[in-house]
């Protein structure tokens, strides 16, 4: 069964940084394009950053852009987020998700790591 596992969320001040893990298995990685989205509270979930199958390509939302970076290693079955200068905005529940070739209603998601940036 596909599985994906958040982990490095926790609480920081505005400025600092903060790296993101998401753990794969019950697939194969390497062969999927991997995003990142968040939600905060009372709003729609948003799309944060993706990253191509071999790790080629990337795209960012505007909001991210030259603050976070999105990587993979797809030996270890991993995807990273690197959020550097955290804005009080930031805050919010960010989700692992797996593309799928069957249809965006069949991409796979984690269960979400917890950002709170605050002072």
């Known amino acids: 069964q596909v599985q994906l596992v958040e982990s490095g969320g926790g609480l920081v001040q505005p400025g600092e940084s903060l790296r993101l893990s998401c753990a794969a298995s019950?697939?194969?990685?390497?062969?999927?394009?991997m995003s990142w989205y968040r939600q905060a509270p009372g709003k729609e979930r948003e799309f944060v950053a993706r990253?191509?199958?071999?790790?080629?390509?990337?795209n960012y939302a505007d909001s991210v852009k030259g603050r976070f970076t999105i990587s993979r290693s797809n030996a270890k079955n991993t995807m990273y987020l690197q959020m550097n200068s955290l804005k009080p905005e930031d805050t919010a529940v960010y989700y692992c998700?797996?593309?799928?070739?069957?249809?965006?209603?069949?991409?796979?998601w984690g269960q979400g790591t917890q950002v709170t940036v605050s002072s």
């Open positions: 019950g697939f194969s990685f390497s062969t999927r394009a």
């Open positions: 998700c797996a593309s799928s070739s069957r249809g965006l209603n069949y991409a796979d």
């Open positions: 990253i191509s199958s071999v790790g080629g390509v990337t």
